[in-house]
């Protein structure tokens, strides 16, 4: 089973004026700290409310410090189960942001490619990609050695 999991960040940005600009600041931070082992996390602006349902911007400002929210999206692949993508996930992100408060806000489920088709649709498709390309199974195993070596 594969999860999209979306963690929320509290990142700590210093010497700014706006929101704007501790969100691009902090998303620009967050960039450097994941890349390049983790380029594969979306991030995005956070969304805050207040207690009375009134939505607030994603940074708030004191003193020219700010703390701006921000999510983090990943796709964990080969899981048992929801639980165990979360924690994939907060463990992978946290190693490389040091001191970041994370919270996991959602966990979706993907669907298999594969699971809309029957098994009668899913041999015609492989029968016709053979007659197609020929037997290119040889040729992919070649390419993955030399990537290793």
């Not at 796709?75 to 165990?84: G, I, L, Q």
């Not at 919270?103 to 669907?111: N, S, Y």
Request: charged fraction near 35%.
């Amino acid at each position: 089973m594969n999860c999209r999991v979306v963690v929320e960040a509290a990142i700590p940005v210093y010497d700014v004026k706006t929101p704007d600009e501790a969100v691009r600041i902090a998303i620009s931070k967050t960039g450097e700290m994941l890349n390049p082992d983790l380029n594969y996390v979306e991030i995005n602006m956070g969304s805050r409310t207040s207690p009375s349902g009134e939505d607030l911007p994603p940074a708030f400002i004191a003193a020219d410090e700010a703390l701006v929210a921000l999510e983090l999206e990943m796709t964990v692949f080969n899981v048992e189960r929801e639980e165990h993508a979360s924690r994939i996930a907060r463990k992978e992100i946290g190693q490389r942001l040091e001191n970041i408060p994370l919270t996991v806000l959602d966990v979706e489920i993907l669907e298999e490619e594969d699971e809309g088709e029957t098994d009668a649709e899913a041999s015609d498709d492989t029968d016709d990609s053979d007659e197609e390309t020929g037997d290119d199974s040889d040729d992919v195993l070649p390419e993955f050695e030399d990537l290793i070596d």
